[in-house]
């Protein structure tokens, strides 16, 4: 409802009743809903809708609603959290409001009332549909033999709450009114404190977010706030970063990035549609798009291939917000999004410490770019690079597994991301959140043809858990078993949860309930052992739009190449880890080369197995080719330490002043498969052809 009325206001018509009103609306009820203040943007909505919508003088749709039948329901959560609620007024009397007391007092969480208007309550829980069920609390009385006679309690509260409320909650809430009343006083002056903030970095944005081209670097995603008053705006700030040539910052980037200078920021659209469309240009038809590929707001996958970005980036001011907060937001917004244009390994002139010399600085400056793809400024020496690692992830988001040879498949290397954990929504769980999942272990023995798990007990001289699953898919799937499970693109894949006893033992250790589930892969569903053709040439629709086949897990591409001295350039950059090898794990790549310059990979259009020598051990590879599929956007998950899950700033921070391309910090390549009869092996050479 928030969201609706961003995009319908507009089309609601303030008339005078007539005689033309539709004479189905006056034989049904209605229910109209509107926000108090708008979560996205902060404008607060006239409050004598209310009057106009219950007494029938506005079109909703081309049609008056009689004003008998019509109730309002005003949701008020954002609103209450900085403004009071003010009911005195005749224009305002709505039937139902919708409170949030987390957002009032920021504890208890899960807490908020429907406040309902004593001559409405007999509105709820009328309704021509049945019943379908009862829960605990809400009846007086029920006899299972007498045609399933029931007594419903006679109280509004009691009626609608269903099951055992949160009784410890309410019980906290009293301690949080008198602190707030003791302490801070009324929410007016919340509402002073807060808009005098919001204010004062509005108009600092608007001054020092400038390109020096003179382009603003800042879009506001608000209404006229420059005439605005406290009656129409709150204490939100909704915006997008803007390039030097005029595109926008993805707003995955933006979050990012403040999340690592502590700044807590909220992106995306979805829960607001009409946002969505006034703001971002996104049409109903994307919208549906969006929901369909699971895309969830907060997510990084948050560009259109056309360039349009899903929504903006939203600060809200509260109590404790003080200007000291928005200075170190304006810095930050400063460092990383004012004339930072696009750029190819540092750009920009930075100054690193000399590691063999204390107290010493060494100043680089390369050449800048602009916005078209350019070659990287260092020569090409070779046409040939050597693997020196190779990983595979049976486990997504899991502990890698390092080998020495290893089987290339259509989607990528064999049994890499063939199992991933995912919670209760059936959505993925990744070290994003959860920065111990790489101390899961996750290890492939194809003799013994298991993948055996490894999770820590956490107490020293205490061995690891072990479990084992066979690399075998079992001949039936039971329905109860099968899950349809997201991914982190937003894609909607296909899987079976393994062993109910793995998953409560790695629930345990995450410390949320979580399934381990294998993919079904098109083996699965379209008969053992027979590969069809749009697997063979990757043509399927999934293959297509991600870059991606359907018998992995992966988010996109097969799999992810670095390059050695692309690694060690970034290294010698934010200095985070002191070993090359620790740190290159950072990106969790499946192949990892060397004997190149930094970056070559960028201009990469296809690598090709070189034929081994007649005398080198190990089996023929065959014919192995992987094509360039797209650079690879880089989140905060690079920033944990693989060995020991610890979280740091860096080497993100680093990166996005100097890797970042359209909006987004990218790191290595992602390739797709396209020959794959054989295998690959440490020290294998790959030949290169350029774009």
């Known amino acids: 409802s928030t969201a609706s009325m961003v995009s319908t206001s507009s089309t609601i018509n303030n008339r005078r009743n007539n005689n033309n009103a539709c004479s189905n609306c006056c ?121 399933d006679a029931h007594f419903a309690n006679t109280s509004v509260h009691s009626k609608l709450e269903t099951g055992t409320v949160n009784f410890l909650g309410i019980a906290q809430l009293k301690a949080s009114i008198t602190y707030f009343r003791d302490r801070v006083g009324t929410v007016d002056l919340v509402g002073r404190h807060t808009m005098r903030l919001f204010r004062y970095c509005f108009t600092k944005m608007k001054q020092e977010l400038v390109h020096t081209n003179g382009l603003q670097a800042v879009k506001f995603n608000m209404f006229d706030f420059d005439t605005a008053t406290d009656n129409c705006q709150g204490p939100v700030i909704n915006f997008n970063m803007v390039r030097e040539n005029g595109s926008l910052v993805a707003p995955s980037e933006v979050c990012n990035i403040l999340s690592l200078q502590g700044i807590h920021t909220r992106s995306g659209c979805l829960c607001n549609a009409g946002a969505c469309h006034f703001f971002g240009n996104i049409t109903p038809k994307e919208y549906i798009e969006l929901v369909k590929k699971g895309y969830q707001c907060g997510g990084y996958n948050d560009v259109f291939e056309n360039g349009k970005v899903i929504g903006g980036v939203r600060v809200s001011f509260g ?51 602009d916005t078209k793809p350019t070659k990287t400024t260092e020569a090409i020496a070779t046409t040939s690079v050597a693997v020196t690692q190779l990983w595979i992830y049976p486990i997504k988001s899991c502990k890698g597994q390092s080998v020495d040879n290893w089987n290339v498949t259509n989607y990528g ?107 079904v892969d098109n083996n699965d569903e379209n008969g053992e052992g027979e590969e069809n053709e749009e697997q063979i040439n990757g043509g399927s629709d999934l293959c297509r739009r991600f870059g991606r086949c359907s018998s992995s897990f992966a988010n996109e591409g097969h799999l992810l190449l670095l390059n050695a001295s692309s690694a060690a350039r970034v290294l010698d950059q934010c200095g985070v880890d002191n070993d090359p090898d620790v740190f290159i794990r950072r990106f ?59 979280k740091t700033s860096e080497p993100l921070l680093s990166l996005s002043k100097t890797r970042r391309k359209e909006g987004k910090t990218m790191f290595g390549v992602l390739l797709n498969v396209t020959q794959h009869n054989g295998s690959i092996s440490i020290g294998d050479s790959l030949s290169i052809l350029n774009k």
């Open 27 to 147: 034989n049904q009820h209605h229910l109209v809903a509107f926000p108090a203040m708008c979560n996205f943007s902060g404008r607060k909505f006239p409050r004598d809708w209310c009057n106009s919508f219950q007494s029938g003088t506005s079109l909703i749709k081309g049609h008056h609603l009689c004003s008998n039948n019509t109730a309002v329901l005003v949701d008020a959560a954002a609103f209450v959290s900085t403004s009071e609620l003010d009911l005195s007024h005749s224009s305002f009397q709505p039937d139902f409001i919708c409170v949030s007391f987390y957002k009032m007092f920021g504890f208890p969480t899960g807490i908020g009332c429907l406040l309902v208007k004593k001559t409405s309550q007999h509105l709820i829980g009328r309704s021509k549909v049945p019943q379908r069920f009862f829960g605990g609390g809400t009846l007086k009385a029920y006899h299972a033999t007498m045609n």
């Open 319 to 369: 109590l404790y917000t003080n200007e000291e907060d928005i200075h170190r937001l304006i810095r930050a917004l400063k460092e990383y999004f004012v004339d930072t244009n696009d750029c190819r390994d540092g750009e920009k002139t930075t100054e690193i410490m000399d590691r063999n010399t204390p107290g010493t600085t060494e100043t680089r400056t390369t050449k800048s770019t």
């Open 413 to 519: 290397l064999e049994y890499d991301r063939l199992w991933m954990i995912v919670d209760d929504d059936d959505k993925v769980v990744t070290q994003k959140k959860h920065p111990k999942l790489c101390l899961i272990g996750a290890r492939i023995d194809l003799k013994a043809s298991k993948l055996f798990i490894s999770i820590p007990n956490g107490e020293d001289g205490v061995a690891d858990q072990e479990y084992s699953l066979s690399l075998k898919t079992p001949s039936s799937i039971s329905p109860s078993q099968r899950v349809d499970v997201i991914v982190c693109a937003g894609t909607v894949d296909h899987g079976y949860e393994c062993s109910a006893e793995l998953s409560s033992a790695v629930s345990l250790f995450v410390g949320k309930s979580c399934k381990v589930v294998r993919r």
């Open 588 to 646: 969790r790549g499946n192949i990892v080369v060397k004997g190149h310059a930094p970056f070559f990979e960028d201009d990469v259009d296809k690598l090709t197995l070189e034929p081994r020598c007649s005398t080198d051990k190990g089996s023929p590879h065959g014919e192995v080719e992987f094509s360039f599929y797209k650079k690879c956007v880089r989140c905060n998950m690079i920033c944990v330490n693989q060995t020991t899950s610890k």
